[in-house]
């Protein structure tokens, strides 16, 4: 019966560290812009603060 | 981030300023109404208009009675956050309401799938029998879980629903706010006295469901601002300009006209402008809905708005920022706004009284419960309250409105009055004013008939030497063809007949046909071409006929063969002469034409077809045609620049092409039918789904479900209709230049 207390205990730690990853990725903008960084590759089109040359046509 | 009255920029005439900001947090009918309401009863607002689908304020104010700070302290009272307009503030706003957003929505998610193992253990414990310590254990760690759930990814409901009741009103909040209170609040007191069911997983799948449609809505929603908005937001606080010395900053607002700019690649074109570079290659397609980058040369005139994508270029400023084309469209766009269609208002409407409905069906519900079957009383009162959905009611006109105006801002057409769209669906007569629309400014040559020893093209060359110097308004007719090095000499100009000179030893005349043939011993028959206007002729007799008239624009005849085929009738009004007026209708295909008509006669010929029982759509050329166009049911113009601010009509053609017409007139019936069907849509749904949940059939989960689709559904369908395929887009030949950028 104890090892029920014990893996509850467990499963409350493991969500807290998932939130903790999930709120990391969040403030360190992973989800700010899915769309757009694929779009880009596709076209050739250089992103805003990257420096890189654009292939030549 | 707190925004004060200095971060908004605003525009002051006289006593009245006025200006545009965001206000966050808007999610309702409800809450458009509140900051209208509220705003508006401060003393020294002229104006305030709230835009839901875009959650845009638009506020005229007398800035000498009203500080513009009271007016976002107000409005933050209310609970909104206001947030200017342009540039990095919206979009750093932007990102934190969405991160915020996401955390929610993450939180939710995370506990409710880590809360369904605790529930599956209380589960298997209550039919295979459980220690009540553990069944103790398990209830109290789900409530510790769900209470972050409610009060942190919750919060937006609960605060709306604070906030309603604050203004002693009912908002689309409240049935939800008051469902998760409930019951949390139920099951903490089942988990204390150890008795009966608790809810803490539905709490946390209502908010994880709940808020991932609101997510999902609100980014559809943004995907549909209206583009030129976009635009107006674009422009940027500083620009670059040049002088003797080097380069300066100076704000926008300081260019006048004449000063020389720098525009970087990317960059916008602030004000409209020559281009002082070589060459530019300009996307101009915020503005005319032109999609491919449009090459300029030196000298052009570039549009403010526009976006540089070539090299670096230099441009002077022909205007200040507030009078550019830019300025204009946000003018109009501005009073569009502040105009909300009959439709959507009944809805709104609607929506707000639709809500009271449901806390009185719920109490009703819940009483009937209770005395048949206590039991499941308290589930299918939950489901009630959340499965019911306002705010498919509330979004289902404004979406539609929202989505039409993007799909018909990529063809260049501006919508620039609220009833427009309506009206245009129920549009069955087009009457187009001829000149500037269907034919060009300027006379041309459109026909050259030779009669004996001249080629074609000789002859013209001859006429144009001769014509070079006139001063005759027909004149301007041979102004672009090239004299190929041909002068006349003893040129004279004989009034009302035509010109005499010779070129090369010979004699010429152009002009009237009897004066010219004059010219030779022996008479010559005009014959067949007695329509032309302007004849030449020399010694030997009359030698070419030119047919004179303001050829059709390129584009006009697809243009009003789509008009017929979508079953329209099509007439032509116009101040010309009836028989350049019949000849562009036989041109065209228009049975009914008339010409020689003043304003007056414009006007009294569509009030004649409004007597009939037709409804009129009037194009014409903004400024010229404006009685008749505002006598019209709807009207239509063409033109660019600052001129636009003056046009009264409902849409314009900022490309100058009439091949948007009948797009917009099929995207205007598309958003009637769009509108009534997300209507009925979110009708029949909450007629449907209220009574199964409030007979219990629907479990809690799946109320959560059922509301956020509804919901997600209505933006959605609006989102599809903005962006239609490309692939209906007229094909535009590629400019030379564009292909190698």
Redesign the interface.
């Known amino acids: ?1 104890s090892s ?2 014990l893996l ?1 205990a467990l ?2 730690l493991m ?1 807290g560290v ?2 903790w990853v ?2 990391w990725c ?2 360190s903008g992973q ?2 812009d899915i769309e757009e960084k694929g779009a880009a590759a596709l076209d050739g089109r250089n992103l805003p603060g990257e420096e890189s040359e654009p292939p030549k ?1 | 981030m707190s925004v004060s009255a200095a971060h908004l920029s605003w525009q002051q005439q006289g006593d009245q300023a006025r200006t545009l900001f965001f206000a966050e947090g808007m999610r309702c009918a409800n809450c458009a109404a509140a900051i209208r309401r509220e705003v508006g009863a401060l003393p020294g607002v002229e104006r305030i208009d709230v835009n839901l689908a875009t959650s845009r304020v638009s506020l005229a104010w007398n800035p000498s009675q009203l500080p513009l700070a009271k007016v976002l302290a107000t409005i933050e009272s209310l609970g909104f956050r206001p947030v200017p307009l342009s540039g990095e503030s919206t979009v750093r706003e932007r990102d934190r309401q969405r991160r915020s957003a996401l955390k929610r929505i993450g939180v939710a998610g995370l506990v409710s799938m880590q809360m369904s193992m605790y529930t599956v253990g209380l589960y298997a414990g209550a039919f295979s029998g459980m220690d009540a310590d553990m069944e103790t254990l398990l209830r109290v760690t789900s409530m510790l879980l769900a209470l972050p759930v409610l009060l942190y990814s919750g919060e937006p409901f609960l605060r709306g629903a604070w906030l309603d009741l604050r203004r002693r009103s009912l908002g689309m909040d409240t049935p939800v706010a008051l469902a998760l209170v409930l019951a949390f609040a139920a099951s903490a007191w089942n988990t204390f006295t150890r008795s009966g069911e608790v809810y803490y997983d539905s709490v946390a799948m209502f908010v994880f469901l709940l808020l991932l449609g609101r997510y999902i809505e609100q980014s559809l929603r943004r995907g549909s601002l209206d583009a030129s908005e976009a635009l107006a937001r674009s422009l940027p606080a500083q620009v670059t300009r040049v002088n003797d010395s080097g380069t300066q900053r100076v704000p926008l607002g300081d260019v006048q006209a004449g000063d020389k700019l720098r525009v970087a690649r990317g960059a916008v074109v602030p004000v409209d402008a020559l281009l002082e570079s070589e060459a530019g290659i300009l996307d101009e397609s915020l503005i005319s809905g032109e999609s491919l980058p449009v090459s300029h040369r030196a000298g052009d005139r570039v549009m403010g708005g526009s976006v540089n994508v070539g090299g670096v270029i230099e441009v002077i400023a022909q205007a200040r920022a507030e009078d550019s084309t830019l300025a204009a469209m946000g003018a109009l766009i501005e009073r569009a706004q502040a105009e909300r269609p009959p439709m959507a208002l009944l809805a709104e409407r609607a929506a707000v009284q639709f809500v009271s409905v449901i806390l009185v069906l719920a109490l009703l519900v819940a009483g009937v419960w209770l005395w048949f079957d206590p039991t499941q009383a308290f589930a299918a009162t939950l489901a009630v309250l959340v499965v019911t959905c306002p705010c498919a009611l509330s979004l289902a006109t404004p979406a539609a409105v929202a989505a039409a105006s993007v799909r018909l801002s990529r063809r260049g057409v501006m919508v620039t009055r609220a009833h427009a769209l309506e009206r245009l669906a129920g549009i069955d007569t087009v009457a187009i004013d001829k000149t500037g629309t269907l034919t060009g400014e300027h006379i041309r040559v459109v026909a050259v008939h030779t009669l004996g020893e001249l080629d074609t093209a000789h002859a013209l060359r001859v006429a144009a030497a001769l014509e070079s110097g006139s001063t005759h308004p027909l004149a301007v007719a041979f102004a672009e063809v090239p004299t190929a090095g041909l002068v006349p000499v003893q040129c004279q100009e004989v009034a009302g007949e035509g010109v005499e000179g010779s070129i090369e030893g010979r004699l010429w005349r152009i002009g009237r046909a009897e004066w010219v043939a004059r010219l030779a011993p022996t008479a010559s028959d005009p014959g067949q071409f007695s329509q032309a206007r302007v004849w030449l002729g020399n010694d030997s007799g009359l030698v070419a006929a030119f047919e004179l008239g303001d050829g059709l624009r390129p584009g006009a005849g697809a243009a009003v063969e789509s008009l017929r085929r979508d079953g329209l009738e099509l007439v032509v009004i116009s101040g010309d002469r009836p028989a350049a007026v019949r000849q562009v209708a036989q041109e065209l295909g228009i049975a009914k034409a008339y010409g020689g008509l003043d304003p007056q006669g414009k006007l009294s010929a569509v009030r004649e077809l409004q007597r009939q029982g037709r409804r009129v759509l009037m194009i014409g050329d903004g400024i010229n045609d404006a009685p008749v166009l505002a006598s019209a049911d709807v009207s239509c113009a063409m033109g660019q620049g600052a001129a636009l601010a003056q046009s009264a009509s409902d849409l314009l053609l900022m490309n100058d092409s009439l091949a948007a017409v009948a797009e917009s007139i099929t995207t205007a019936r598309g958003t009637v039918r769009l509108m009534r069907a997300n209507l009925r849509w979110a009708m029949v749904y909450n007629l449907c789904a209220i009574p199964l949940a409030a007979l219990g059939y629907v479990p809690p989960w799946l109320a959560a479900v059922g509301m956020s689709a509804s919901s997600l559904y209505v933006v959605w369908r609006a989102h599809r209709f903005a962006h239609v395929p490309q692939q209906s887009l007229p094909v535009r030949a590629l400019p030379v230049s564009a292909v190698t950028v």
């Open positions: 019966m029920a207390y509850i499963s409350l969500l998932a939130i999930f709120f969040v403030d989800f700010d046509a």
